[in-house]
């Protein structure tokens, strides 16, 4: 599975909208992006995933740039229980290739 | 509908016992995941089951650590001879198995080994 960047921690103001970057300069054409969060003390939390189209669902957005070198996770309206680590997670569905790999994400602090 | 379900939910030991770890999975869902996580640290896989066969034990990292999975649902990870080192979050999660392998994380079973 390609490397994945993320910057270790932002900040984002409540009520804002949260931008997560996530560099993925590698990334082959059967991979797919996944996102994850964790908060603390907690399972991860599976939040979106894409190919290569931009996704949306009732937890956020992920916009994947054309040459799908980045994708941005945006939480629209952040809430402090948005605080949590997010991880980006790039990988291919195959057989033979079920385990997920975490980096050390980011770590987004909502402030109220 | 339920999600994955783990219990204990913590679990303090001493050094040299053995511990068992369960493991309920979404009702459906045919594949399932341990990983465990210490302090600190990112989750690192440990096995993964499809049905009741574990095509991948690539991650448990001795032969202390043994997991099985009955009925393709329940699963039991077993410590045995528990070390300080085992300390950490474990992590079960389950998901629809190829092609669609979105996983779904249960709370954790906090391990603590004195």
């Known amino acids: 599975d390609a490397k994945t960047t993320q910057p270790p921690s932002m900040d984002c103001a409540e009520g804002r909208a949260a931008n997560l970057p996530c560099n993925h300069s590698?990334?082959?054409?059967?991979?797919?992006v996944y996102w994850y969060r964790q908060i603390h003390s907690q399972g991860p939390q599976y939040i979106i995933h894409g190919l290569k189209n931009n996704e949306t669902n009732e937890m956020a957005s992920l916009i994947i740039t054309e040459d799908r070198k980045s994708s941005t996770l945006i939480l629209p309206h952040a809430t402090l229980r948005d605080t949590a680590v997010y991880y980006c997670i790039v990988r291919a569905l195959a057989f033979g290739n079920e385990k997920l790999t975490f980096g050390t994400g980011t770590r987004l602090t909502i402030i109220p | 509908g339920a999600g994955v379900s783990q219990s204990p939910s913590n679990k303090v030991t001493e050094k040299g016992k053995d511990v068992e770890l369960r493991c309920d999975p979404i009702?459906?869902?045919?594949?399932l995941y341990w990983y465990r996580q210490s302090l600190g640290q990112g989750l690192e896989f440990l096995i993964y089951f499809q049905g009741n066969s574990a095509p991948d034990k690539s991650g448990l990292p001795s032969d202390r650590f043994s997991a099985e999975r009955t009925g393709g649902s329940v699963s039991t990870l077993t410590i045995q001879r528990t070390q300080q080192e085992d300390s950490a979050v474990y992590l079960c999660?389950?998901?629809?198995?190829?092609?669609?392998?979105?996983?779904?994380f249960g709370p954790g079973t906090r391990l603590l080994v004195l």
């Open positions: 999660a389950s998901s629809l198995g190829y092609p669609r392998e979105t996983q779904y």
């Open positions: 009702s459906g869902h045919t594949a």
């Open positions: 590698t990334i082959s054409g059967n991979e797919y």
